[in-house]
């Protein structure tokens, strides 16, 4: 199994474009989650999917953020237009079922930095 | 609401004495509990995790945690630390019915010296 895989795995990007963060899960996890960690904040959960459903968007810190999974096994996090506050490091994660006893398996993350 | 609290942002010790990492939680009903361990650069991996069977839960690399419900704390320990324990743990919580994600705390870094 080749575990939870994001890319890239660092992205540098100007003030003003568009940063597109990609997630492949783990084959047969149904939950996709989306965090943000930074020093200030620690690990913030974004968002999260079951089934390829968005079931809570609540920690979207703005209308910047978009994530999609058009299918079971990929997901996109979107920031448009990215901002240098928006550098931290990004983590997909995946779960079997989020409903059960099992913990998350991370992907390594996205280190990304708005100049 | 559930959330961890994970006492010290830094805890140092010497290569062979204990480890011992605090984390107590609040859930209003009963938690599953977890511990993750995040080296550098890297994502973070699951240590250990309480799901309401044994109190006193084993995991990786010698670590081990006890959940405590009077205490409502679930501390991590190593009998023995070594160089390649040196990393940021974290602990975690989520509710044990109905759709729940995991909450985090804010990490604890462990120092070891030589």
């Known amino acids: 199994d080749a575990g939870v895989i994001q890319s890239p795995r660092h992205e540098v990007t100007e003030m003003g474009q568009e940063v597109t963060l990609r997630c492949k899960p783990i084959?047969?996890?149904?939950?996709l989650f989306w965090y943000r960690q930074t020093m200030m904040r620690g690990l913030e959960l974004l968002i999260y999917f079951n089934n390829n459903v968005p079931i809570d968007d609540s920690g979207m810190p703005e209308d910047r953020f978009s994530a999609k999974m058009p299918n079971a096994s990929f997901s996109t996090l979107k920031i448009q237009p990215s901002e240098p506050r928006d550098s931290a490091v990004y983590f997909c994660a995946s779960s079997m079922d989020d409903r059960a006893n099992y913990g998350y398996t991370f992907g390594s993350g996205t280190r990304l930095t708005v100049v | 609401a559930q959330s961890v609290t994970q006492l010290g942002s830094h805890v140092s010790v010497s290569e062979g004495a204990l480890v011992l990492l605090r984390c107590n939680y609040s859930s209003s009903v009963p938690p599953y509990l977890f511990w993750y361990v995040q080296y550098p650069n890297q994502g973070l991996q699951l240590l250990l995790k309480y799901t309401s069977a044994a109190t006193l839960v084993k995991g990786i690399n010698g670590f081990e945690a006890e959940f405590k419900k009077s205490e409502t704390s679930f501390h991590l320990t190593k009998p023995s630390a070594h160089m390649s324990d040196a990393a940021e743990y974290f602990c975690a919580v989520r509710r044990t019915s109905g759709y729940s994600t995991l909450t985090f705390g804010k990490g604890t870094m462990l120092l070891v010296s030589p």
């Open positions: 084959s047969g996890h149904n939950s």
